[in-house]
């Protein structure tokens, strides 16, 4: 086990939400073993544990729209606008769709944590929907800003078609409303 504590990057993390924080995590290398998946320790930070290695850190952040305590925190309130993340790109959304969709399949210890897979699933696909211009099918280079996305996006352009990715969307359950 890594006892080891490190600091996640350099400078405060600007976030919409404290789910955009998680799945900003989530996509992000290990500084110790650059694996991961990396976990909040507690219900909202700023300490983390990676799932790989079991090191542990510190993230700084901010959150823009703050949610109440009363949320359900394994429903996703990832971006209450229409705008697209600034800290997930494009590719790292549909990783973490992918990964909740075969949770949703394939894990699910119980009907509410396989509804719960299935929201996370419809949340992240909804967010890299906000990548794509209405009107076209494959997304700009520049959505996608780390080179695994890069590479991703050039080698495997078939995996980024809008019209398949708004079709996965439909089949999946639609997402509860922002909370006032």
């Not at 099918?137 to 495997?156: F, G, I, V």
């Amino acid at each position: 086990m890594v006892t080891k504590s490190s600091k996640l990057v350099d400078s405060p993390v600007e976030a919409l939400t404290l789910d955009e924080v998680r799945c900003f995590l989530e996509v992000t290398p290990c500084p110790s073993c650059q694996t991961g998946p990396l976990v909040f320790d507690g219900p909202s930070g700023p300490t983390f544990t990676c799932q790989a290695c079991e090191g542990t850190g510190e993230i700084e952040f901010s959150v823009e729209y703050p949610l109440p305590d009363t949320i359900d925190p394994d429903i996703p309130h990832i971006n209450p606008t229409e705008d697209p993340s600034q800290l997930v790109d494009l590719n790292q959304w549909l990783g973490l769709y992918y990964l909740h969709a075969e949770a949703a399949d394939n894990h699910p210890t119980s009907a509410t944590e396989h509804h719960n897979h299935q929201l996370w699933a419809a949340a992240c696909l909804a967010e890299a929907l906000k990548f794509y211009d209405v009107d076209e099918e494959l997304p700009k280079p520049e959505t996608c800003w780390t080179e695994t996305s890069q590479a991703a996006l050039e080698n495997h352009p078939d995996v980024f078609n809008r019209s398949a990715l708004v079709d996965l969307r439909t089949k999946l359950p639609p997402l509860p409303e922002w909370p006032e």
